[in-house]
């Protein structure tokens, strides 16, 4: 493993097998919308070197156990992923910013496979780890893999912002959410630390290491490496159909945007940034009638609310936008991006994150340089 990794850990990933927990998995193909399935039975070779892999594997899709043998019977299947197994390198990162003692009592969310749960195992003891996953089924074969594998944390199957009144001195956290829970911070010690996932439907990544001061205040900063993660079950998705019917009903005029070259999903410098000072936004494309000649293709940007803005190129190049609902979405976007200009363009790990009663308020080097607060103060 990387160099970065303690000695408890380095062990941990030698010793425990990470095939025992990926005995099936999903490869994406090569247009992404399908999937095709990876076992030893289609290829033990193959299987072997993927699953030993620096890579993430899709191990559900659609929360449905019988996409697996839909996908074995026509060779491939689409779906939306729903479990899988990180990538190793980020697990080690993720693990070595837990920084454990050698008595911490340690919460997982998103047993998925339990090969995180059986790393803690073999850095700690089964007695120290708690495990949970929202899905019976996974809980079910988690518990068996991890048995058979010489495991035996404690593994429950409950929703993961729900915690209940037991305390650990660390919790991690393997899947996305658009806000920490409170009830997080009330499972954890005072001084006891969280490492979780920001989630951002730009895929930039966001994982926060908070420490918690007590059940209704944590603070940390933003760790220095990409973490993309699937977001929560429970996350708030907008109504695509309804807000695309009100925003054919909306007359407003559209107008020109100060971001013309702007691509949603490449790879712009502020996109850590805006996306974190924006919060959990949709991304979609839309075909558009109007201006087929340019492309024909909307940017659209779709908030939980029902707010909504788009952009696309007229006949003539020129790039509108219009924009309607509670928030002003493309106007938040522009004005987001001079910020970070106006901020001297910061890295993510000069960026923190603090969590307390209510509110969670972004800031930049210190705590008391906020640069953003959310849920937004227009909702």
């Known amino acids: 493993m990387a160099r970065f990794v303690p000695k408890r850990w380095t062990s941990a ?36 070197r993927l699953a030993y892999a620096d890579d993430a594997w899709t191990t559900q899709l659609d929360a449905d156990p ?10 491939t299947v689409s779906g939306t992923p729903t479990s899988s197994s990180t ?9 070595e910013a837990l920084a454990v003692g050698s008595g911490s009592r340690v919460l997982e969310l998103g047993t998925g496979t339990g090969y995180n749960a059986a790393l803690l195992c073999a850095g700690l003891t089964d007695e120290q780890i708690t495990s949970v996953e929202i ?13 058979e594998a010489g495991f035996h944390p404690t593994v429950r199957a409950t929703d993961g912002d729900v915690t209940g009144e037991d305390k650990y001195e660390r919790l991690i956290v393997t899947y996305g959410v658009s806000m920490i829970p409170e009830s997080w911070l009330s499972a954890v010690t005072p001084g006891g630390v969280i490492v979780a996932p920001l989630h951002r439907e730009q895929m930039i990544g966001a994982v926060v290491r908070l420490t918690v001061e ?8 933003f760790l220095p490496f990409y973490g993309g993660f699937m977001p929560t079950r429970q ?7 309804q807000v695309l019917q009100a925003a054919e009903e909306d007359h407003s005029s559209p107008r020109s945007t100060v971001l ?19 919060g959990d ?25 029902g707010s909504w803005a788009y952009q696309e190129l007229t006949r003539n190049g020129e790039p509108i936008v219009r924009e309607g609902g509670k928030r002003r979405l493309w106007t938040e976007l522009e004005t987001a991006v001079v910020q970070w200009a106006d901020l001297d363009k910061p890295e993510r790990e000069r960026l923190g994150l603090t969590v307390q009663q209510g509110r969670q308020e972004i800031w930049l080097d210190t705590p008391d340089h906020v640069v953003s607060s959310f849920p937004p103060a227009t909702q």
Not at 214 to 221: K, L, Q, V
């Open 13 to 48: 990933f030698r010793s425990v097998p990470r095939h025992v927990f990926l005995p099936t998995f999903f490869r994406p193909t090569g247009d992404g919308f399908r999937y095709t399935p990876v076992s030893a039975e289609t290829d033990q070779e193959e299987w072997l």
């Open 66 to 75: 019988d996409k697996w043998q839909e996908a074995c019977a026509s060779g």
């Open 87 to 95: 990538a190793p390198g980020l697990m080690a990162r993720m693990l």
């Open 135 to 147: 899905d019976n089924h996974l809980v079910r074969d988690a518990r068996r893999t991890l048995a």
């Open 214 to 221: 007590n059940d209704r205040h944590a603070m940390g900063r």
């Open 235 to 241: 996350r708030a998705a907008p109504a695509i159909r």
């Open 260 to 278: 013309p070259e702007l691509s949603l999903i490449g790879r712009e410098p502020w996109r850590f940034f805006v996306s974190l000072v924006l």
């Open 281 to 305: 936004l949709t991304f979609t494309d839309v075909m558009s009638h109007d201006f087929p000649d340019s492309g024909g293709l909307q940017h659209w940007l779709i908030a939980a609310d």
